[in-house]
Every structure is written in structure tokens, then in C-alpha cells.
């Protein structure tokens, strides 16, 4: 059974730094791109940024480009989202995601991720 387990999201005010983690489990994590989105209530879940299987390449959202750093660490089956210089509007639930075993180079769209994990909130507070 495929598990992602979400950690380290919590309240910070603006400008501070937070780092997201996400622990794979029941899968070869090096198989699959995966990829972190955000959510805020009565918006549609949208993409943070992604990373492919090797982890040498990513992208990010224009929102969020020079502040978020996306890693992945395949022998722990383990990703991360570093947040530096965060913004009220960036106050949403986390999530990561893997996405389909076939997919070819970074999905961006939800619908190209299979498994979720649980997310985790982030509040930036002014």
C-alpha cells in the first residue's frame, strides 16, 4: 500500500523560513516524479513545484520561484519543500503527491499524480 506522510508544516510569520517534509512508503520512490501542491478553501488545489525521478531537475510555480527549493533523497524515500521568505498567500494546506510511474518528465496538473499524501497546514501570519 502506498503511503506519503506529509511533516513539518506549522504557523510563522512573514518573511521566516519553514521546510516541508514527505516520507515515501510501499513503492520504488525512484520510479516516480513527484511533486508538492497547496491548497487554500473554495480554491483549486494548485502546484507548488515538481521534481522528476533523479531529482536533477525541477520547476516551480512563478509564485513561488527563488523562495521555494524542491529535493528529493531516493535511498530514504524522502522529498522536501524549503520555504524561505514566506508570504501571507502562501498560507495553504501542503501536499505532496507522486505521480504516475509512465509519466513523462513533471506532471503539473493533479490529475497527473496517483497517491496524496494526508497535507499539512502552513500559516504565515502578519
Known amino acids: 500500500q502506498v503511503r506519503l506522510v506529509e511533516s513539518g508544516g506549522g504557523l510563522v510569520q512573514v518573511g521566516a523560513s519553514l521546510s516541508l517534509s514527505c516520507v515515501a512508503s510501499g513503492l520504488t520512490f525512484s520510479s516516480y516524479p513527484m511533486g508538492w501542491f497547496r491548497q487554500v478553501p473554495g480554491k483549486e488545489r494548485e502546484i507548488v513545484g515538481g521534481i522528476n525521478r533523479s531529482g536533477g531537475s525541477t520547476l516551480y510555480a512563478d509564485s513561488v520561484k527563488g523562495r521555494f527549493t524542491i529535493s528529493r533523497d531516493n535511498p530514504k524515500n524522502m522529498a522536501s519543500l524549503q520555504m524561505k521568505s514566506l508570504k501571507p498567500e502562501d498560507t495553504a494546506v501542503y501536499y505532496c503527491?507522486?505521480?504516475?510511474?509512465?509519466?513523462?518528465?513533471?506532471?503539473?496538473?493533479?490529475?497527473?499524480?496517483?497517491?496524496w499524501g494526508q497535507g499539512t497546514q502552513v500559516t504565515v501570519s502578519s
Open positions: 503527491a507522486v505521480a504516475s510511474e509512465d509519466s513523462f518528465g513533471i506532471p503539473t496538473m493533479p490529475s497527473g499524480y496517483n497517491y
